[in-house]
Each structure stands twice: as C-alpha cells, then as structure tokens.
C-alpha cells in the first residue's frame, strides 16, 4: 500500500485520518505543520501528502507548491475547514495550484478512502 504523509494542526484530525488510512492498509506519517512535512520529505519517498491549508510558517498552499517543485511527482489532497477565507475559495485555489483532491472538513472516513483510492490510481 501506499506511504501517505498526514499534515494538519488539529491532533484530533490528524488521528482520525491516520486511524482510517491504516484500517485499509496504507503507512501512515503524521505531522502538525508543513515545515515537519518538508523535512519528512527529503528522507521518506511519500506517495501521497494530504494537508490542511492552514497549518503553521509553512501552510497548506506553500507545501502545495514546494511538492510541485521537486523532481518527484507526490499527488496532494488539500483539506479545509474555511478559515481567512471561505472554504470553497480555498479549496477552488488549491485545485488551481494542482492539488489532486481537495476535501471539505468535516468528511466521513467514506469519503477519505474514496478520495484516497482515487488519486492513487
């Protein structure tokens, strides 16, 4: 199955995620920010990265874009439960930005897998 790198600042959040990609059988790394995420990706060879867009420095949008720079393609789903702006503007820009997925907060563990199985294959 896949290595799957969680980024959110919500403990709660990154654990159910992590919970429901483990039940399917994927590896599963979690981490509070994106300036963690970018150091777990210069030595783990991830095939998915899903992140929250607001995160800590380095939030989910400039994650986005600094996967977008390196030399391996690594798909990213971005997930927001709104913040500065509203939900659907945030994840409209990151679908712009090339995220491969986007999901409203909150979703079902239904809607992960699906999303998940889809932008992996």
Known sequence: MAKVLVVDDE????????????????????VPGGTEALSLLDVIPFDLVITDVYTDA???MELLVRIQQMP???PVVVISGGGYASTDDVLDMAKNCGAAAT???PF???????TVARVLT
Do not use: F, M
């Open 11 to 30: 403990a709660g959040i990154r654990s159910a995620i992590r919970r429901t990609l483990l039940e399917i059988g994927h590896e599963v790394w979690d």
């Open 58 to 60: 380095v939030d989910g």
């Open 72 to 74: 391996v393609r690594i």
């Open 103 to 105: 999901l409203d907060k």
């Open 108 to 114: 079902t563990p239904r809607q992960l897998r699906e």
